[in-house]
């Protein structure tokens, strides 16, 4: 197995009307990181995970994750590995119920019977939500349904999960439900936000996405600490909070180990 | 947003045999039942109170109140109005009832929508009572009723709540700012509405699909958990449509 969950280089995308969001995107996970993605609305971060899984194609560019390069003949191994937890879970949950709907995505991959039923319990209890396998979705609480939406991903055991702004529209409680639960996943994660102490809670290093480039890698109690390079990127911290009075390590975290830079382009 | 539950609002939860059947041998039970009502005679009115008499042991069975049972056959008023019509505009011969001149033909037409409505009608509430939305598509995946069909119906139960809390929230949103439908010069403005909300729904379904396609989506669902039929439970529940066919039979043969 290879060390590097995710690989990212030169990454250029167009979309048809000729608007270039990513402009050479270079960027590697190690296996079992958690890194956020910061940038601001319109930077391209979500177009940057719709190319982790093959949904959109580069203009230019390579993905590889854990060694495989994101093509049109590897997709299904490739939707595996990658696990995209979607910002709105209405959109992530379309099945009558929710253990049909954590089942959709592992019985795509062919599983059937009793393992089918093991995956599910077991991405519901990873998701604190055992017991809730025959509520309907629309039943649940927004918190219970984004939890619910990670679960739809973790069923199929993926290599990298990425989480699109999962913060968004929690209430305090559900947020630290979620973030004990992320905490508690023994996975490489990429935290796609603008939520900025959400990220220095729950990841070590971030990366800051603007204008279609990688602007900063390092850190994320360095990179928060630095108001001038937040305030060129419109990323703000919401008022009152100050980093330096924070322990950098966030909780769970092993102690700093160097992480990995993007490789320059 | 948790959305009113619309779509599950027929089901009565209860613990029964009825309720235990897998959602196909229901389909196929209540459609046979339908079936044989449809094919009996109206001229032999018994036939009609057996049929009647076997619902009545199913609805019992289910344990549906007798109170929402009827709340719910209103649904059927419209249709009965119309057959009500049918004694006085219906020509051929006539009959003289409290004074009025009704057709014969008219009459047993009516009685024929009256009965076969309402035991139709008995029926699909018996069904949906007893089978919630989730089992039925079950049901009908299992009698192979094409795949997509089956995802458009999946869909419209699970966004059918979020659309309409979408809708409200637009309601919601035009009324704030003063307006207020009055009469057809607001129309526009509805009109309006109506088109934001469609494009709200058709990105909706652009997202939902992304989502599919994150998680292997590649055209077919992978079909829901099942259940399957034992034999006594078949055996028990197409009891009711071979017995109404044996009465549905037998007044053939008196007819």
Redesign the interface.
């Known amino acids: 197995m290879t060390e590097t969950s995710l690989e990212i280089q030169g990454l250029v995308h167009a979309y048809p009307d000729g608007q270039q969001t990513l402009r050479g995107v270079c960027l590697t996970l190690r296996r079992g990181e958690r890194v956020a993605l910061l940038g601001p609305n319109g930077a391209g971060k979500t177009t940057l995970a ?1 190319h982790l ?1 093959g ?1 959109l194609t580069p203009s230019a560019g390579t993905v590889r994750v854990a060694g495989l390069p994101v093509l049109p003949q590897h997709l ?1 191994e490739i ?2 590995r ?3 937890v ?1 910002q ?1 879970p ?8 929710v ?2 709907d954590i ?3 592992p ?3 062919g599983l059937r019977g009793q393992a ?2 093991r995956r599910v319990s077991a991405a519901l209890s990873a998701v604190g939500l055992a017991g809730h396998a025959d509520r ?7 918190g219970q349904r984004r939890r619910a939406a990670v679960a ?2 973790l069923a ?1 055991e993926p290599e990298i999960l990425v989480l699109d702004e999962p913060s968004s529209n929690l209430d305090p409680a559900s947020r630290r439900e979620l973030a004990d639960i992320l905490d508690g996943l023994d996975v490489t994660v990429l935290l796609i936000t603008h939520d900025l102490p959400y990220a220095l809670r729950l990841c070590q290093r971030s990366v800051i996405l603007s204008g279609g480039v990688i602007v900063a890698d390092g850190p994320t109690a360095d990179l928060l600490a630095d108001a001038d390079l937040l305030a060129r990127h419109r990323l703000e911290l919401p008022y009152g909070f100050d980093v330096r009075m924070l322990d950098s390590r966030p909780p769970g975290q092993p102690p700093a180990r160097d992480p990995a830079r993007s490789s320059p382009c | 947003m948790t959305g009113v539950g619309y779509a599950d609002r027929l089901y009565l939860p209860a613990d029964t045999a009825m309720h235990r059947l897998p959602g196909h041998v229901k389909l196929v039970a209540a459609l046979g039942f339908v079936l044989a009502v449809g094919c009996t005679p109206r001229e032999q009115f018994w036939a009609f109170g057996g049929h009647a008499g076997l619902l009545a042991i199913a609805v019992a069975r289910a344990r549906i109140p007798i109170t929402v049972l009827l709340r719910r056959l209103t649904v059927e008023l419209p249709f009965l109005a119309f057959a009500i019509l049918m004694p006085f505009l219906a020509s051929g011969r006539r009959v003289e009832v409290l004074g009025v001149g009704l057709s014969v033909t008219g009459l047993l037409d009516a009685w024929n929508i009256l009965a076969k409505a309402t035991l139709g009608v008995s029926t699909s509430i018996v069904l949906a009572a007893t089978t919630n939305l989730r089992d039925l598509l079950l049901g009908l995946e299992r009698l192979r009723l094409p795949s997509l069909l089956i995802q458009i119906m999946s869909f419209m139960i699970r966004y059918g709540d979020l659309i309409l809390a979408e809708t409200h929230r637009m309601r919601i949103a035009r009324e704030s700012r003063g307006f207020v439908a009055r009469d057809v010069r607001q129309v526009p403005v509805l009109a309006r509405s109506v088109g934001a909300l469609f494009i709200r729904v058709y990105e909706r379904g652009e997202r939902v699909h992304l989502a599919m396609l994150s998680r292997g989506y590649t055209g077919g669902m992978p079909g829901l958990l099942q259940t399957a039929a034992v034999p006594a439970q078949w055996a028990g529940a197409l009891a009711l449509p071979l017995a109404a066919a044996t009465v549905a039979a037998a007044a053939w043969t008196r007819s």
Not at chain 1, 90 to 97: A, G, I, K, R, V
């Open positions: 719709l899984n949904v299904a939707r595996r990658v696990g995209i979607f709105d209405d959109d992530q949950l379309f099945m009558p119920t253990r049909d089942a959709f995505g019985a795509n991959l089918l039923d309907v979705p629309h039943h649940l609480s927004f739809t991903v199929m």
